[in-house]
């Protein structure tokens, strides 16, 4: 486990020049309730900027870091199934693939995109501040993710302001689901199994009713 500069954690306040720096179209390594993350905001010009640190092809989409499930559903349609199941187990462990209401960038899944109810205090912060962010590993493509944010933050060269400090504790990241909806009701389909076990989805998707 590795803590990288506490402050923002202890306060749960995200100082103005992330923000600024956010809403200047850059990126902010911050931490997760697994790894650290990078955030942007879902604009064309941020994912522009995000894509390149990464050096991530544009046809691989990234995830949205969210409050609630309440707030995605704003961009994202949301059954009461998934609803249950996120409620079921620890928040920040599950990413969903869900339908967008309105088609969405393209590098963010476009007609399809993935959301996680960030937990992290820091990350909960950040999105309290600015709206949804991005939810992708702080580290470019194919490389081993970063146990903390700021050696993440150094290892892609971001300025000291757009690294945010907090407790990382590392481990699997979060388990995607797949979300469709047809004539036999809602289906999941388990894409990558993270954090939560792939049998405990099934055995609660098995035992809801």
Not at 33 to 43: D, Y
Not at 118 to 132: M, N, Q, T
């Amino acid at each position: 486990m590795s803590r990288c500069g506490s402050r923002h954690e202890r306060e749960g306040m995200i100082d103005e020049d992330v923000l600024a720096h956010l809403n200047g179209h850059g990126v902010v390594a911050y931490p997760t309730s697994t790894l650290p993350g990078l955030a942007c905001l879902p604009t064309s010009e941020a994912l522009d900027a995000l894509f390149a640190l990464k050096q991530r092809s544009a046809d691989k989409p990234v995830s949205l870091g969210v409050l609630s499930l309440d707030q995605a559903a704003s961009l994202v349609i949301v059954p009461p199934e998934i609803r249950a199941l996120e409620a079921a187990f620890p928040k920040g462990g599950f990413s969903f693939v869900l339908d967008a209401i309105e088609p969405l960038d393209p590098r963010l899944g476009g007609g399809r995109v993935a959301v996680r109810c960030l937990s992290h205090p820091v990350a909960r912060a950040l999105v309290e501040a600015v709206g949804p962010i991005t939810a992708t590993s702080a580290n470019e493509s194919g490389e081993t993710p970063a146990s903390s944010a700021e050696e993440a933050g150094r290892a892609l060269g971001l300025p000291p302001h757009a690294v945010l400090g907090g407790t990382c504790p590392g481990g699997r990241g979060s388990t995607f689901i797949n979300v469709t909806e047809g004539d036999a009701g809602v289906e999941v389909t388990i894409m990558r199994e993270g954090v939560v076990p792939t049998h405990s989805v099934i055995e609660w998707w098995k035992s809801r009713n």
